[in-house]
């Protein structure tokens, strides 16, 4: 059967994510949720792959990100606050941040996993325009599906994003996809498959 396919007979999709969106939930509002903007994108990104890409009993998908450290990001507000945090609470921020990025990356692998997919995780360290190509090679992958990171308008005019250079980088065809490509309606396709009818019975048994 197709489920049993070996790993290294299957079809290797690297699915790259922006660590920025990923890790971006926002506090929670005075009687709200927390903002889970950027991490439904990342989330609607993964589900866009499934419903257009992936073949879930002949393909193995690695989700992966990278994490950059303080010393490599431009020095803004959300940089501060680290460096603030990690003075005063005697926190490594950077390390912080790689593990909330290895739970959400597992919480992504985990809904694919629940459709039959073969998943794993993985978080690098690093500038993303150059460990996602590593990564990319390191796991023989065959198709990369990057998701585009939020810009200005100026920054896109001037500069390639990360995502860009990697689809000139990859040593495999890539797809870059972007927020304006998905419709939230695709969020469905992560959505776990309805119990069989003799599952149901047993249920209320």
């Known amino acids: 059967m197709t489920s049993h396919i070996p790993l290294s007979l299957r079809r290797k999709i690297v699915i790259a994510l922006d660590s920025d969106q990923l890790l971006s939930t926002g506090p929670a509002e005075a009687g709200g949720e927390a903002d889970m903007g950027g991490w439904f994108w990342c989330f609607k990104t993964v589900a866009w792959a499934k419903a257009n890409i992936i073949r879930a009993h002949e393909d193995h998908v690695f989700l992966v990100t990278s994490v950059e450290t303080a010393s490599r990001q431009v020095v803004d507000g959300t940089t501060l606050t680290m460096m603030w945090n990690s003075m005063v609470n005697d926190v490594d921020a950077h390390r912080d941040r790689q593990r909330e990025a290895d739970e959400a990356l597992r919480r992504l692998a985990e809904a694919l996993g629940r459709l039959g997919v073969s998943t794993t995780a993985e978080v690098a360290a690093g500038a993303p325009a150059e460990t996602i190509p590593q ?32 689809a000139h980088t990859a040593a495999c065809p890539t797809v870059v996809v972007k927020e304006s490509d998905l419709p939230d309606n695709v969020a469905v396709a992560l959505d776990p498959p309805a119990p069989a009818p003799e599952q149901q019975q047993q249920q209320h048994e």
């Not at 990319?136 to 990360?162: D, M, N």
């Open 135 to 166: 990564l990319v090679r390191a796991h023989k992958g065959e198709l990369l599906v990057v998701q585009a990171p939020t810009r200005s308008a100026i920054a896109a005019t001037l500069w390639y994003s990360w995502a860009d250079r990697c």
